[in-house]
């Protein structure tokens, strides 16, 4: 499956951006999903799965309260909300589809989308 995310950007410090990841080539709807993000010089990190049908979702502690992943099966799309950004939010966030394992690493997934920039600013 192809994956693009969309939607990042410069926002200021407590501004809100909502990502997109678009699926094609394979319907997402049968599959968990996850966003990661990485900043530079640090490791990929998990920010937040969803399974299949939306009704389980598991976020980082660090952004927990700030982020909302839904989904909309109908479009192919996965989204991330996310609110209150802080400069330490700063990071290309990708979107994957989860293959096997631990949900909380980036090893567990198979398809990666190119990803996209959030910029935060102080």
């Known amino acids: 499956v192809q994956l693009q995310a969309s939607g990042g950007g410069l926002v200021q410090t407590g501004g809100s951006l909502r990502l997109s990841c678009a699926g094609s080539?394979?319907?997402?709807?049968?599959?968990?999903m996850a966003w990661f993000r990485q900043a530079p010089g640090k490791e990929r990190q998990f920010v937040a799965r969803?399974?299949?049908?939306?009704?389980?979702?598991n976020y980082a502690e660090s952004v927990k309260g700030r982020f909302t992943i839904s989904r909309d099966n109908a479009k192919n799309t996965v989204l991330l909300q996310m609110n209150s950004l802080k400069p330490e939010d700063t990071a290309v966030y990708y979107c994957?589809?989860?293959?096997?394992?631990?949900?909380?690493?980036?090893?567990?997934?198979?398809?990666w989308g190119q990803g996209t920039l959030v910029t935060v600013s102080s």
């Open positions: 080539g394979r319907t997402l709807s049968t599959y968990d």
């Open positions: 969803i399974n299949w049908s939306g009704g389980d979702r």
């Open positions: 994957a589809v989860y293959s096997n394992g631990d949900y909380y690493h980036s090893g567990s997934y198979g398809d």
